[in-house]
Structure formats: C-alpha cells, structure tokens
C-alpha cells in the first residue's frame, strides 16, 4: 500500500544528510571523533542543568510542564534580548521568538521568505544545516566566496548588482565563528554587507551561534547592529554554548517579520517546552551563564590550539587551514586536491572520523577539503587523531599513485 502512497514533490528528495554516515562513524569504539559540532560531554554544566531543573520542579511544578506562551517564557525572552543588547543587537524582549534550537528558526525563516525559483545568497562553503533546511522549499542557491576575512562583499555586491529578476530573496551567513570554516567577517565587511542588502531590499539572515565562544573577543559590530531597516534576522542558540539537548534557540524580529515568524512558529510546534526555558533562566541569572563560559572557553581556546599544532605536525605542507578565533572548527584544504570523500573510508579504517568537505558547498566544489571539530576531544586525542588522519591520505596516495 506504501508504495502507491505518492509525496508531495517538494518531499520526494528529502534524504537522510549527507554527513549522518560521517557523524555516525565518529560514534564507534576506537574511532576518534573529529566530527563533532557540540559541546564536549565534560564541558557541559550538566549537575548546574541539574540542579537548575530541580528548582523549576520545585518553584514552578507542574506549570512548568504545561503550554506556555508561543513566542517563549517572558523571563528567558528578557534575558536573551539583554545579552543581545550587550553584544551590539539593540532588541526588546517583545523582538525575540523562542525556538526549537536555531535550526527551527532557519526553516521558519525558510518557510516565510522561500518559493520555487527564488534563490539564497551562501557563504562557500556554508552550513550544511542551513542548506538542508533551505533545500526543502525549493530555492536556488549563489554561493559567493570567501577569505580570511569572511565573504567576499565585492562578490555579493555583483550577484546582487545581476539578479535582475529579483529572484534572490535572502542573504545567509555566520559571521562570528564560521561553521564550517572557523572565519570571521570582518568589522568593514559587516558595513558593506548591510549597506547591500539595504540598496537591494534584501533580507539578511545573521545566524550567531558561536557568538559567546571567542577566544580572543574582538568588539566588531553585529549586523543587526547595523541595520536600521529592519532586513536582519538575528538567530542565536544555548546548543554550542550549553547543551544541544536543552533545543533552546531564537530569532530577533522586527515589525511584519517578527508577526509572520510568530504566527509560522505557533503553527509548526505551538510552543518550545518550558522546563528547558526555565531551567536556562534559572542557571544564567546572577552571572552563571558567564561563569560556565569563563570556565569552558579557555578549554576550547587550548583544543583549538593543540589540533592547529598537530595539523601543522602531522599534515605541514600538505594542506592549508584556517586559524580559527573562536568556535568549534578547522578547516584544511588539501593542496593536492586529495578527494576527502574517498579518504573518509580509509579514515575511518584508521580510526579517525571527519567531515568531508564537499557537501559544505552548494556548486559541487570542495572535493579537497574537510571540517575538522576539536570541541569533542581532549588535545592528546586530538594529536592522535590528526596523526591518524595523517597517515590515511599517506596510504590513499600511494595507492591512488598505484
């Protein structure tokens, strides 16, 4: 019977991501896990969760289980557009909509702005999970490029200047942090971006889920910050910061976006639970939020370093990569152009899991490069995974030379 049941179109080629057989490999015995994206078990504040949820139980009861007010608990809406103001995004609690961690809010964005034979301006490379949850509404995707400075504006300001369908109908990109690359967009690069997207009427999607993970903070404006048009939607997320499992995330809006994405939100879900609202607000007031980074960021900060200096160790000349100041991620570039889809089987052969690069990218391109996460792993794992790594594009290319 299932097989005369016909889905609709825009679900027929909906497929598990390209990346769940690299990350489920990272999960088996004796493979160092290079593919995480998440806070490492160890650096989550899992008995002050505990003890959060505790006294929400406690104080709250069986309210705290109940339906709530679709936009998200008044207290943690406060907080959030406190802590936004603080980093440069001036917002009223009422301009914040609570959701199931950021990527509810990239498909609510999606299903508000997206249509058959629009198009999304990318970062290349960008976040696969903006790609996916962009993919189902049947957009096109630009991709303009970047550097060691983030993306290229004088490319986006010649997309932009060419599209003159107007079919291009959003701008996506990280600026603090990249996933997948670890950039930053620079402070006179976030200045011409908004500036672009003002003169083309453009929305621009600013998802800052690495924000609070820098290692050196540098003060460089948010593009929200910028804006005065109300084009930026600010998206943020408790998931690289405390815990994924908490699925707290949230978007800021202004005027008819805030409405729209109100009303797609309470229509998709009705509500993200309260007791992980609760239990955030409980554990980030009176400075605990800032304690817990005080005590994990350093720890990301010597991760970080330890995996830049086994690359540097293990793989030297054979790739370059990117010198990350904050968040999860490296990214290497094999100067060979070595397929890291063919690598990724001898890897994990080896004992070591990555994610291969191309499915960041939306042209096809990518073949040579690869995501490297060391959020998941102490620095002498770490070594020995890159050692590994190392040693797999050794053999594939003694036996790609024959």
Not at 69 to 83: D, Q, S, W, Y
Not at 113 to 123: I, K, Q, W
Not at 328 to 351: C, H, I, K, N, P
Not at 374 to 395: H, Q, S, W
Request: hydrophobic share 45%.
């Amino acid at each position: 019977m299932t097989a005369l049941v016909r889905p609709a179109a825009r679900a027929g080629g909906v497929r598990p991501s390209p990346l769940a057989e690299a990350i489920s490999a990272g999960l088996r015995p004796g493979v160092v896990p290079l593919t995480v994206g998440s806070p490492a078990p160890e650096l989550q504040p899992t008995e002050a969760l505990g003890e959060a949820l505790a006294r929400v139980h406690r104080d709250v009861g069986a309210a705290a289980l109940g339906y709530g007010p679709p936009e998200g608990h008044p207290e943690l809406r406060a907080m959030i557009a406190e802590r936004s103001a603080e980093r440069g995004t001036p917002c009223r609690a009422d301009d914040v909509i609570v959701t199931n961690g950021s990527q509810q809010a990239l498909d609510l964005v999606g299903r508000m702005l997206l249509e058959p034979g629009s198009a999304v301006v990318v970062e290349r490379p960008t976040y696969l999970g903006a790609i996916e949850a962009f993919r189902q509404y049947e957009t096109e995707f630009v991709p303009v490029g970047m550097d060691e400075d983030g993306m290229r504006t004088d490319e986006l300001e010649r997309v932009l200047a060419a599209d003159a369908g107007r079919r291009i109908r959003l701008i996506y990109t990280m600026p603090n942090y990249h996933n997948p690359t670890g950039r930053t967009l620079s402070a006179e690069r976030r200045v011409r971006l908004v500036e672009l997207a003002q003169r083309y009427a453009v929305p621009v999607v600013e998802d800052d889920a690495y924000a609070e993970l820098g290692f050196d903070p540098v003060h460089r404006p948010t593009l929200a910050g910028l804006d005065d048009s109300g084009l930026v939607l600010a998206l943020g997320s408790m998931s690289k910061v405390l815990s994924p499992g908490l699925r707290v995330g949230w978007a800021v809006a202004r005027g008819p976006f805030h409405r729209i994405l109100s009303g797609l939100k309470e229509r998709s879900d009705l509500l993200s639970a309260l007791a992980p609202q609760l239990a955030v607000v409980d554990l980030c007031r009176d400075g605990g939020l800032d304690a817990h980074l005080a005590r994990v960021v350093p720890r990301y900060r010597e991760r970080r370093d330890a995996m830049a200096a086994a690359v540097d160790r293990h793989l030297g000349a054979a790739v370059a990569r990117t010198e990350p100041a904050g968040g999860f991620y490296l990214w290497l570039s094999f100067r060979s152009g070595l397929d890291t889809r063919e690598l990724f089987a001898r890897a994990v052969r080896g004992g070591v899991a990555f994610l291969p690069g191309g499915p960041f990218h939306v042209d096809g391109t990518g073949a040579g490069t690869l995501r490297l996460g060391y959020a998941g792993a102490g620095p002498e794992l770490i070594d020995e995974g890159v050692r590994r790594l190392a040693a797999a594009a050794g053999e594939h290319r003694l036996a790609a030379a024959g």
